[in-house]
């Protein structure tokens, strides 16, 4: 069975402050894809990182950064300096190997406010 | 322009009048899938598809219906919605294994 857990509902911090939002992951699969995604107030959701499980590489995209760790099933999200804009709701999913749309499967989400 | 879209954005109805809510994807994808969200809930599957004719339930199945007659064409129904069906509906495709494209959503307020 597969599960996507962010145990942080919501987190706020002023601008310019670091912020990690955390992701653990439980699947019995060894390859698997995981995801993070950014719903604006606007309600669409953006796609921010796919990570595949045999790439543990560390990845940097500006102000964001993601820390992938299997040995503790973890995907976590950096925002360095954050900024209003990135006030927003932040999933994490997963997708097991052989699926796609199909099957995945989403934690219930971290609402950052990020406070001016 | 690769792209999933949904229609309408926006939907406010009442209790028991059919509705039918839109996705087309113009990337010849093979797998569809609908999604609600709800508050503290994240994303939940529906329905979905892995080609033409070849729909599946997902977690929350109960009171819609899917249909897959063309590949691009993914429509949710709902027969007789009720208040419980108010929520934030997203349609995603993909064409193998390990990636996802979302519509913009579809907000429904079930009165």
């Known amino acids: 069975a597969q599960k996507v857990t962010q145990a942080q509902t919501e987190i706020s911090v002023v601008e310019k402050e670091d912020v990690t939002l955390d992701c653990v992951y439980e699947t019995r699969d060894t390859t698997y894809y995981l995801f993070w995604y950014k719903q604006p107030p606007s309600g669409e959701l953006v796609f921010l990182i796919r990570?595949?499980?045999?790439?543990?590489q560390n990845e940097i995209s500006g102000r964001y950064s993601w820390n992938f760790q299997k040995s503790t099933s973890s995907f976590n999200f950096t925002i360095t300096a954050s900024q209003v804009v990135d006030s927003a709701v932040y999933f994490c999913a997963l997708i097991p190997p052989r699926t796609g749309a199909n099957n995945l499967f989403f934690g219930t989400g971290t609402r950052l406010t990020v406070i001016p | 322009e690769a792209q999933v879209t949904q229609n309408p954005r926006y939907l406010i109805t009442v209790t028991g009048k059919k509705l039918t809510v839109t996705c087309s994807q113009n990337m010849n994808h093979e797998y569809m899938s609908w999604y609600r969200q709800d508050p503290g809930l994240g994303l939940r599957q529906i329905y979905y598809s892995m080609n033409v004719e070849v729909t599946d339930k997902g977690d929350v199945p109960e009171g819609y219906k899917v249909s897959r007659k063309e590949k691009r064409n993914f429509p949710l129904i709902l027969e007789s919605p009720s208040p419980n069906q108010t929520s934030l509906y997203f349609c995603?495709?993909?064409?193998?294994?390990?990636?996802?494209?979302f519509g913009q959503g579809t907000r429904l307020t079930v009165v």
């Open positions: 990570r595949n499980s045999f790439d543990e």
């Open positions: 995603a495709s993909s064409e193998s294994q390990g990636s996802a494209f």
